[in-house]
């Protein structure tokens, strides 16, 4: 049994899915358990301060399907949030999400030189090498932002949209910048994120997770970062194995902060 930790609803700016269908394709799928984690992300390049949701819209809504599913389908459904990072916006997004009962709280990083890796354009200066070293350098600077998080999303967000012929996020090419922030989410007790939208895109790099197991790390959660129905628990039996072979001991979900291993 697996649980999907990361999922987007039409709460996001970039998804329209319905919570209520994702929440019986989970049940179909037949998962343990389902989280919703919607994106907060201030100051967002073009969005301004629109990449936010109604919590308490949000939380009436998921407490109704755990009311009306939980039970008939055999699903849990929790509530998250995805935070973006970023120094400047980080007083107004903790304070905002503190108090609201959420069961996770992700951590991420999005934006590197006011620029989304989404849109190409942030590509265009500079080789590989150079433009995986910027984004991992934003994340080590963002590192003391991600203290009060419980899940480190996808530490090669940019992969997926990178415009190399061979996209893969090596140890080997970085290895210093990579230990700086696995040290981080080993010593932050944080869980790795096993993010099956970036693996379904670009392969993984097995030394990087074998290099987290080795510094002491033992937790991961699987990730559709799904945003339409087809995409929930996506490859999750191949990744989990995947994540089990470098040697992480536990895979699991967050409930009420807490990780609970599967
Ligand atoms: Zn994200
Ligand atoms: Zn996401």
Redesign the pocket.
């Known amino acids: 049994m697996y649980s999907d930790t990361h999922v987007h609803t039409c709460f996001s700016f970039d998804s329209e899915m319905d919570p209520e269908s994702a929440v019986k394709k989970a049940a179909d799928l037949g998962l343990f358990s389902i989280t919703f984690t919607d994106?907060f992300d201030l100051d967002y390049p073009g969005y301004g301060d629109t990449v936010c949701f109604d919590f308490d819209k949000y939380i009436e809504t998921i407490d109704e399907l755990k009311e009306k599913y939980e039970k008939k389908l055999g699903i849990k459904i929790f509530k998250g949030v995805?935070v973006g990072i970023r120094p400047h916006v980080m007083d107004r997004e903790l304070s905002a999400v503190k108090d609201k009962n959420f069961d996770v709280i992700i951590g991420?990083t999005?934006i590197v030189d006011g620029m989304d890796p989404y849109d190409g354009v942030f590509f265009e200066k500079g080789s590989k090498m150079q433009t995986y070293g910027r984004y991992l350098d934003t994340v080590i600077d963002n590192l003391e932002y991600y203290k009060n998080f419980d899940v480190f999303?996808?530490y090669d967000?940019l992969v997926r949209y990178a415009p190399y012929e061979d996209k893969i996020f090596r140890y080997s090419d970085m290895p210093d910048k990579i230990d700086c922030i696995l040290k981080f989410i080993i010593e932050n007790g944080m869980s790795l994120e096993i993010n099956t939208s970036t693996y379904g895109r670009v392969s993984p790099d097995k030394a990087v997770l074998e290099r987290y197991v080795k510094l002491g790390g033992e937790i991961a959660t699987m990730a559709s970062?799904g945003h339409t129905e087809a995409k929930i628990g996506r490859s999750f039996k191949k990744f989990s194995q995947f994540a089990r072979s470098c040697g992480i001991k536990y895979i699991g979900h967050f409930e009420n902060r807490k990780f609970i291993a599967e």
Request: overall charge negative.
């Open positions: 994106h995805e991420s999005h999303a996808h967000y970062d």
